[in-house]
């Protein structure tokens, strides 16, 4: 098979994937992979390993398929099982292979041992980023911005943190554009950090949902629209957004912002807590009622839910 035919296996694959066709998909790339696909190899590898193909998740067949990946040489599958040994607690074999991919010119596998390396106040951390954000990876551009911004594990500089989440922007980043048009909003820049969440918003962000719809709740830093705003929460939560479902219930429940609605708001608690801990939902209902739930800024509510250990 050419590689012009593998390629299009390949695509063919991922489509079907994209489209639900769990078993064609994994037909296709199996096809592929067995074709000699370095890339499908890595597909069905993280596929198996997540349950993408529609069953159950079966790390044992991912794992192999990775390996298969691994031996050619594949900086991509290295990465992939690297990330998955950490996961699983092999911590010198994870970071062996990502090693391996990162000396290979990866940047996905820089990512992680940067972090690891700062979270161990090792200083080779950031020049892992650096290297990253040097290959072009909007993914290092977002993690390093941040980090910058922050202050915490690196040394902080508003200056240096906004120009990369900027730079990851234009790569196309939509995190970046909840990212930075949240710093934006937090800091007296209200009619950009609003533009970036809505481009997000349009590319379907659930995290950007949530986030502008408890500012234009709010109505403090943008022009309070309650209606709007709570069509996005919705919207959010509808896509699964845990947070989103939080606050929502907690709105319903409140009744102070939205029209209170305690049936529908334990509903979206229930869903949150995957129809969880029913202790932790009343006392979060008895709070509510107590007022020791309020609205008066945008994180309130999680940080609320949080103290909550819900």
């Known amino acids: 098979m050419s590689k012009a035919e593998l390629k299009k296996e390949i695509a063919e694959g991922l489509q079907l994937l994209e489209d639900g066709d769990f078993e064609e998909a994994e037909k296709w790339l199996i096809n592929a992979a067995n074709s000699g696909n370095q890339s499908a190899m890595v597909e069905l590898g993280f596929g198996y390993i997540e349950g993408n193909f529609g069953e159950e998740a079966d790390p044992q067949t991912g794992v192999e398929w990775l390996e298969k990946a691994v031996d050619l040489g594949n900086s991509d599958g290295m990465t992939l099982l690297g990330l998955y040994y950490l996961d699983q607690g092999k911590m010198k074999k994870g970071l062996g292979l990502l090693n391996q991919a990162a000396d290979l010119d990866n940047p996905d596998a820089m990512i992680p041992l940067g972090m690891i390396a700062l979270s161990q106040k090792d200083e ?39 120009s990369l989440l900027r730079q990851a922007v234009e790569h196309g980043n939509v995190n970046a554009l909840v990212e930075l048009g949240l710093y934006l909003l937090d800091n007296d820049q209200a009619e950009e950090g609003e533009s970036l969440l809505r481009k997000a918003v349009k590319e379907g962000h659930d995290d950007a949902m949530l986030e502008l719809g408890l500012y234009l709740i709010e109505g403090d830093v943008l022009v309070q629209n309650v209606e709007e705003g709570e069509d996005l929460l919705r919207d959010a939560a509808e896509q699964g957004n845990e947070g989103a479902m939080r606050c929502l219930g907690v709105l319903l429940i409140q009744g102070e912002h939205l029209s209170e609605d305690e049936e529908e708001g334990r509903k979206w608690l229930e869903e949150a807590n995957e129809l969880g801990n029913e202790e932790s ?16 800024g945008r994180k309130s509510i999680q940080i609320a839910i949080e103290s909550l250990d819900i």
Request: aromatic content about 4%; glycine content about 10%.
């Open 124 to 162: 080779e951390g950031i020049e892992w980023l650096k290297k990253a954000v040097e290959l072009e990876s909007d993914e290092a551009m977002l993690t390093l911005g941040s980090l910058y911004l922050e202050g915490e594990l690196v040394e902080k500089d508003i200056e240096e943190g906004e």
């Open 281 to 296: 939902l009343r006392e979060l209902e008895k709070a509510i009622k107590k007022g020791e739930v309020s609205v008066g």
